[in-house]
């Protein structure tokens, strides 16, 4: 039996996946957190699957994913997320994610994606290997993909650009200045970008703000 966990902040997320999974023999949850401070802190060494939400409260899944596999090697990692940007797909590859899952996904796709991380390969859904395809094929440029922003995100791009500090988009959006650093951090992945200043330049290039 493959010994599975789970990272989501939504209760109702973390139930519905545990329950799509309930009758498979294959598969047991034995852990689930809410955030990574949790995760750190209590994840059995004996998890064999981690399923990780990339957005998180009190940080950057993608961040944790290389983290994690430092101190547990091997452990694999699948992101389960909403988020289906070119950028935050690569950068969980590249920090050593076996898999990438859309928050959508079934019972067969979702039992299909574990069993086959456990057994050492990766697992990509045809949606998320085209994409990577006719990215290396050079057939979508960095100007012509729109990320998907949520509404908050959208609200802190708008403040950043007014010249808002964190403290006072903080204060502003009533969120702790810990929230508004994380949904930053999750813009300049989203969009390519190291700092404020290249945030709002790429989301005034690509109509956001």
Not at 8 to 37: A, R, W, Y
Not at 65 to 87: M, V
Not at 102 to 120: F, P, R
């Amino acid at each position: 039996m493959i010994k599975v966990a789970i990272v989501d902040d939504h209760p109702m997320v973390l139930e519905g996946i545990k329950n799509l999974l309930k009758s498979d023999k294959q598969i047991q949850f034995t852990q689930s957190f809410h955030n990574l401070k949790d995760l750190f802190e209590q994840i059995n060494s004996e998890t064999e699957v981690l399923l990780l939400d990339i957005n998180l409260p009190d940080g950057s899944g993608i961040d944790a994913c290389k983290k994690l596999l430092e101190k547990f090697p091997t452990l694999k990692i699948i992101a389960l997320t909403s988020y289906e940007e070119g950028t935050f797909i690569k950068q969980m590859l590249k920090n050593g994610a076996m898999g990438y899952l859309l928050k959508n996904t079934d019972k067969i796709e979702l039992s299909q994606a574990i069993q086959t991380v456990h057994s050492g390969q990766r697992y990509l859904p045809e949606l998320i290997k085209e994409f990577l395809l006719n990215d290396s094929l050079g057939q979508h440029s960095h100007n012509q993909f729109i990320p998907k922003l949520t509404s908050r995100e959208k609200e802190i791009v708008e403040l950043v650009s007014q010249e808002f500090t964190t403290e006072e988009i903080a204060e502003k959006l009533f969120i702790s200045t810990k929230t508004v650093e994380s949904h930053k951090s999750n813009l300049f992945q989203k969009l390519g970008v190291k700092n404020s200043a290249g945030l709002v330049r790429v989301a005034f290039e690509k109509g956001l703000i």
